[in-house]
């Protein structure tokens, strides 16, 4: 079905510029991670891989650090590691599907037109419908003519529906949201999308009251579903909402069939885990990335980095982000395995670039033996062998003052890699998945790692090449 809207709008051009590495005067604002200088920034979106870049649009409101009016930002890069900001690509529009908002969505190509598929808002009721926006063959602009795919479906059940995400499947192609249900359970709706700007509801296709979905932490609206291929399993990732709060993000690993007699797909779920362990995870967009030159495929995935601490550590209220004028960024790009009934998360391989000079740690001062490491604010350490390992920030001469960011145990065989990036802390245990965190460095105030003697490490201060 289309909406009714007075023209097509062509976004304006205006420019969500990315701070340079040493210029924001914000000591806690990442210098790794692109985003722009100000402003609120919440879910990746849109992922997508064109004329030799990779493109990612963002959840943005280019005016406050609230969530409030939210366009689609957007930066892309040759190598995952130096980006370029771009116009805003889509706004709300006066008297359209998304006035009151943007929200998450995808870009695909329908007829080879790069198309951005997203949930519009009207009001803050929190209930959305599905929205197309057409792009160029570059991704630069994008026209919006309120063409309104699916709206909320006729099933008493439903009580909420957001996110949409579309997939190709036995050649066809299909599309899912996340949902609530009447019964407080969380849920994905499936439609068929072939034509792209009319979806056929299909009904709940997955619930949180399946006795294997159980084993993910309760939620009321499974967010942000995204649903990928790995060797010969599939994975539908997907984030908590429960009771207004953003709980965590969970995936269910199973098969996918077509049933014979419907030929709708059927994803047959064997078992469940956490995707990321940290408290500041949420909202991530998968891509599926063919091989190519020699390189084999692979699932990148991107996640928003919340403005919010663990326990113990020193947070930010909404208060001190309107201070600064800025909240939020996505977090490093991520590589997703499926092995066996497991997801493995690492950090993208193109990530080793940013590794400048090599930090000498200092040995014998903690842990009868072990080794203290103060570390810059951009820095990562690969950790190895076994024993005790604390990531702290404080002052010199203040440990009343230390804060307990992360602490682990390695045990023989086991690799941890820690990517530090002002106050945004990645932590990747190789063979399992991410830790993500935040803490606020200010004044005088250092990260360093404390090791057991039997923790080997290298460390490297890590900035943009040629900076």
């Known amino acids: 079905m289309t909406s009714v809207h007075p023209a097509p709008v062509t976004v304006a051009p205006v420019q969500a ?38 493109h990612v649009f963002f959840q943005y409101n280019p005016e406050s650090a609230r969530h409030h009016r939210i366009h689609w930002g957007h930066m892309s890069s040759a190598d995952l590691v130096c980006w370029d900001a771009h116009p805003v690509a889509l706004a709300p529009q006066e008297g359209g599907p998304d006035a009151y908002g943007c929200w998450t969505g995808v870009v695909t190509h329908d007829a080879g037109v790069p198309t951005a598929v997203y949930s519009g808002v009207v009001d803050g009721s929190g209930r959305s419908q599905v929205v197309l926006a057409r792009g160029s063959v570059d991704l630069e602009a994008w026209t919006q003519d309120g063409t309104v795919a699916a709206g909320m479906p006729a099933d008493p059940r439903v009580v909420a529906v957001r996110d949409p995400f579309v997939f190709e499947f036995a050649g066809r192609r299909w599309a899912l949201q996340g949902a609530g249900l009447d019964s407080g359970h969380a849920a994905l709706l499936l439609y068929g999308a072939d034509d792209l700007s009319a ?47 953003l709980t965590g993000v969970g995936h269910l690993v199973g098969s996918l069939a077509q049933d ?94 940013l590794r400048a000079a090599e930090i000498a740690p200092v040995t014998g001062s903690v842990h009868d033996g072990g080794t203290h490491l103060p570390l810059p604010d951009q820095a990562e350490a690969v950790l190895t062998g076994s024993g005790a390992v604390r990531l702290v920030l404080g002052a010199a001469g203040d440990p009343l003052g230390e804060q307990l960011v992360w602490e682990g145990e390695l045990a023989a065989g086991d690799e941890v890699r820690v990517l530090l990036d002002a106050s945004i802390i990645e932590v990747y245990r190789a063979g399992g998945v991410p830790t993500t965190l935040r803490a606020y460095p200010r004044g005088e105030e250092t990260y360093w790692l404390d090791l057991g003697p039997g923790v080997a490490l290298r460390a490297w201060r890590l900035a943009v090449p040629g900076k």
């Open 260 to 353: 014979p007699a419907t030929g709708l797909p059927v994803f047959s779920h064997r078992a469940t885990g956490l995707t990321d362990l940290g408290s500041s995870f949420y909202a991530p967009q998968a891509v599926q990335v063919p091989a190519s030159a020699g390189a084999p495929k692979r699932v990148l995935v991107w996640g928003w980095a919340k403005e919010a601490a663990p326990a113990g550590v020193r947070g930010r209220s909404q208060e001190d982000c309107d201070a600064v004028g800025w909240s939020g960024a996505l977090t490093f790009p991520r590589e997703l395995a499926v092995r066996g009934d497991a997801v493995e998360v690492r950090p993208a391989s193109e990530l080793a670039a």
């Open 17 to 54: 510029s990315m701070a340079a590495s040493a210029a924001h005067p914000d000591r806690s604002f990442p210098r790794l991670h692109p985003r722009p200088d100000q402003g609120w920034v919440n879910d990746p979106n849109g992922v997508a891989f064109a004329d030799g870049r990779w």
């Open 199 to 245: 979806w056929e509801y299909h009904g709940v296709w997955l619930t949180s009251e399946d006795p294997v979905a159980a084993g993910l932490p309760e939620a009321n609206i499974w967010e942000c579903p995204q649903l990928v291929h790995s060797g010969d399993s599939w994975a539908a990732v997907v984030s908590l909402w429960r009771d207004d709060q």
